[in-house]
């Protein structure tokens, strides 16, 4: 348990649905972070937050939609995905930017999506 | 950010220390080595980080050659529990975690 709650773990969606993800974080972190993680390659860094402000956006598509209510709640809107976009979503969070001193980041466990 | 160079995977025995190396030959004077593993379908976790001197935490020692151009993380003793990739980072100040491929360890039993 790290203090970063992920739901849903599974989530199964068609190209033309609506669905969101949703990321919790318990440790009084102020940045947020979400990364995406497709098969077989390295996790992509998507959306940054640091109090509550967006401060990176890494040229992701529109379809996905972050927002970022309160410096505990993460949640990634999704709309119109292809099958492409099916992959495991992890949400982060840490004291400072990008870590802060330590660069430590704490990382839910992930909501695994499939987009059919 | 530099880059890093890992093997994409190393055996080890249960019990025996794994020696897991990285090359960041391009490294600059201000950039730290983060190591994180990732356990199956879970989120990566932190490892420890290391600026230039060695460093030893509960979960592994790192250490870093004196002209910073390479490091190693040792798990002095492996247990099944450690089989995951781990990735080697280097980053600078106030830069974001770029995670690469790793290295899959796997501890035998």
């Known amino acids: 348990e790290t203090g970063v709650t992920q739901t849903p773990r599974h989530l199964v969606m068609g190209m033309t649905n609506k669905k969101s993800l949703k990321c919790e974080q318990h440790l009084g972190h102020n940045a947020m972070y979400w990364y995406k993680q497709s098969a077989k390659k390295p996790l992509e860094l998507m959306f940054v937050?640091?109090?509550?402000?967006?401060?990176e956006n890494n040229s992701v598509p529109s379809r996905f939609s972050p927002e970022c209510p309160n410096s505990s709640h993460l949640f990634l809107h999704l709309h119109t995905l292809q099958p492409e976009d099916s992959a495991l979503y992890l949400c982060?969070?840490?004291?400072?930017?990008?870590?802060?001193?330590?660069?430590?980041?704490?990382f839910g466990e992930g909501s695994r999506l499939t987009v059919l | 950010d530099a880059k890093t160079t890992q093997p994409p995977s190393m055996d080890c025995a249960e019990g025996r220390a794994a020696n897991l190396p990285c090359n960041h030959s391009t490294i600059s004077g201000n950039e730290y080595v983060y190591w994180y593993r990732q356990i199956h379908s879970q989120g990566p976790q932190y490892i420890i980080h290391?600026?230039?001197n060695n460093e030893t935490n509960e979960m592994a020692s790192l250490i870093i050659t004196e002209d910073r151009k390479s490091s190693t993380l040792i798990l002095p003793h492996a247990t099944l529990r450690d089989t995951a990739v781990y990735y080697c980072i280097v980053r600078g100040s106030a830069r974001q975690l770029t995670f690469g491929s790793g290295t899959q360890l796997t501890v035998l039993p």
């Open positions: 290391g600026l230039k």
């Open positions: 937050y640091n109090f509550k402000e967006q401060t």
């Open positions: 982060a969070s840490s004291t400072g930017l990008a870590g802060g001193h330590t660069g430590e980041l704490f």
